[in-house]
C-alpha cells in the first residue's frame, strides 16, 4: 500500500514540474504619429530693421532783416501751412516812416531831372549837372524799391506747403537777436521717411521702390517705399543707410522710433513645417519615420522662415516622413504607425 501511494505521489509531483504552455504574446502597441514630407516649397526670406523718422525734405524760415520787433504769430507747431501763407509778421512801424520820406525824395529827384532832361545837347545847363540830375533820380528810385523790399520781408511767409515742426518765435521777440535756430522748421507737403540702417549683405537684397511694411511703437502698420539705397558702406560697422518713405499720417512722429519688415521672395527649397523641428542640446533634429516605421532623429540646419515652414539646408531628404507633432514623445528606434497630417 505504501508503495502504491509513493508512485502515485512522484507521479502528480512530475505532473506539477512539467512547463505550462505559453500564451501567444499580444501584438505591439503602435502609437499613430502625424507625418508630413520633406518637400520642395520657395521660402520667402526677409529681414528686420530699425531706425528714426526724419522728414523726406525740411524747410527752414527766418528773418531776414534784425532788430524789428516781432507783432504777430500766425502759426505754429502742428499746424499744416501752404506755400506762401504768412507764418509771423514784424513790425513795421519804423520802415513806414523811412518809406515816406523815400517818396518823397524820390519825387523831389524826378521832378529836377525832368525839368533839365529836355535840355540835354543844347548848351543851356552843364552836361555834368543834367547827369548829376539823372543820377540823383535812379537812387532815389533804388533807395524807395530797397526800403519797400523791406517791407515785404517784414512778413515771414511759408517758403512750402507742409507740417510745421518747430516754431521758436514769440510776440515781442527782436528778430536776429539771442537765436541761431530757424523760426520755423517745415516738412514739405508733410511727407516722412524711415531712416534705417542694414547690413551689407541684406542691404543687396533690397530694390528701389520695394514695398515694406512699417510698425510704429503704438502698434500702427504702415506700408512705405524704399526711396533710397545710399552708395556708402560703414567701413567700421558694415551698414548701409536706406530712406523708407511713407504715407501720409498724423500718426507719423518727426524723430520717432520705427521698424522696417522687408519679404524677399526665395527659391524653392527642401522644407518642413517649422513645429516639426526639435531643439536638444546638440542642436536642431527632427522625428522621421523610416520604411521599418521605426522612430529615427536626423540632425538638421535650418534657414529661412516664413508662414510657418522653415528651409532645410541639411537635413533627410526630400520625401522623408517627418513626425509633425509629438515628435519629443518618441525615442529612436519606437515603432510607430504614420498618418498623413491634416493640411
Not at 542694414?198 to 512699417?214: C, R
Not at 531628404?317 to 519606437?334: F, K, S, W
Amino acid at each position: 500500500m505504501n508503495k502504491i501511494v509513493l508512485t502515485a505521489v512522484l507521479l502528480l509531483a512530475a505532473c506539477s514540474n512539467e512547463e505550462e504552455p505559453r500564451k501567444p504574446a499580444p501584438s505591439e502597441p503602435f502609437l499613430a504619429v502625424n507625418t508630413v514630407p520633406v518637400e520642395m516649397r520657395p521660402i520667402a526670406s526677409g529681414i528686420t530693421v530699425s531706425g528714426i523718422i526724419e522728414p523726406r525734405e525740411e524747410a527752414s524760415v527766418g528773418a531776414e532783416l534784425s532788430g524789428y520787433k516781432v507783432l504777430r504769430v500766425l502759426a505754429d507747431q502742428g499746424d499744416y501751412v501752404r506755400s506762401g501763407q504768412p507764418l509771423a509778421v514784424l513790425d513795421g512801424a519804423l520802415i513806414e516812416g523811412e518809406i515816406t520820406r523815400a517818396e518823397v525824395a524820390a519825387e523831389r529827384a524826378r521832378s529836377e531831372y525832368a525839368r533839365v532832361g529836355d535840355l540835354t545837347g543844347k548848351g543851356v545847363i552843364a552836361e555834368e549837372t543834367i547827369a548829376q540830375r539823372q543820377f540823383e533820380a535812379r537812387a532815389a528810385e533804388a533807395q524807395l524799391r530797397d526800403l519797400r523790399t523791406r517791407r515785404n520781408r517784414l512778413t515771414l511767409r511759408a517758403p512750402v506747403s507742409g507740417l510745421v515742426l518747430a516754431r521758436a518765435l514769440r510776440p515781442g521777440d527782436i528778430s536776429g537777436v539771442g537765436t541761431s535756430e530757424p523760426y520755423f522748421r517745415i516738412a514739405r507737403d508733410a511727407r516722412f521717411e524711415l531712416v534705417a540702417e542694414v547690413p551689407e549683405a541684406e542691404l543687396a537684397k533690397v530694390q528701389i521702390g520695394q514695398e515694406v511694411a512699417v510698425d510704429l511703437p503704438e502698434g500702427t502698420s504702415l506700408t512705405g517705399t524704399v526711396r533710397l539705397i545710399a552708395p556708402r558702406i560703414d567701413p567700421q560697422t558694415k551698414l548701409g543707410q536706406m530712406r523708407i518713405l511713407l504715407p501720409t499720417d498724423r500718426r507719423i512722429k518727426s524723430g520717432g522710433f520705427a521698424t522696417a519688415r522687408l519679404t524677399q521672395d526665395g527659391s524653392a527649397a527642401p522644407a518642413i513645417p517649422e513645429r516639426a523641428v526639435l531643439y536638444q542640446a546638440g542642436g536642431a533634429v527632427v522625428s522621421t519615420v523610416a520604411a521599418d516605421n521605426r522612430v529615427r532623429r536626423v540632425p538638421v540646419r535650418t534657414g529661412a522662415r516664413a508662414k510657418g515652414w522653415v528651409e532645410l539646408r541639411e537635413g533627410p531628404p526630400v520625401g522623408t516622413r517627418i513626425i509633425l507633432d509629438g515628435g519629443a514623445l518618441v525615442l529612436p528606434g519606437d515603432k510607430v504607425r504614420a498618418v498623413g497630417a491634416p493640411r
